[in-house]
């Protein structure tokens, strides 16, 4: 596997992964879990969309451009891997387990 691909998987299609650019998945994992909080009730999407993109490199992501679509990508990743949750309810929200390296 070329080292600028990095697989990802997805909870809303188990067993399949997607290979995605290595460096803006990296970029987005920092920035997303930078921001998150390890309680409930969490961040939204949207909060956490906001908090995070200052966070991110203008190189990958030129005035936050597709971090919309990598915030997603990044987030069903990590949700299949255990690493983030939703907590309950509507708005979809957000929170890291605790002790997640960042």
């Known amino acids: 596997m070329p080292e600028d691909k990095i697989e990802v998987?997805?909870?809303t299609t188990p067993g399949r992964t997607r290979r995605v650019d290595?460096?803006?998945y990296t970029a987005?994992?920092?920035a997303?879990?930078?921001?998150?909080?390890?309680a409930v009730p969490g961040m939204s999407v949207a909060e956490a969309k906001?908090?995070?993109?200052?966070?991110?490199?203008?190189?990958?992501?030129?005035?936050?451009?597709?971090?919309?679509?990598?915030?997603?990508?990044?987030?069903?990743?990590?949700?299949?891997k255990g690493i983030i949750s939703r907590a309950p309810g509507?708005?979809?929200r957000l929170y890291k387990h605790p002790a997640v390296p960042e």
């Not at 997303?32 to 390890?38: D, R």
Request: charged share 25%.
């Open 9 to 11: 998987e997805s909870i």
């Open 22 to 24: 290595r460096a803006k």
């Open 28 to 30: 987005m994992r920092a």
């Open 32 to 38: 997303l879990l930078a921001v998150l909080p390890e």
């Open 50 to 80: 906001a908090a995070l993109l200052s966070r991110l490199p203008d190189a990958l992501f030129p005035q936050g451009k597709t971090a919309g679509w990598w915030l997603k990508a990044v987030q069903l990743d990590l949700e299949a």
């Open 90 to 92: 509507k708005p979809v």
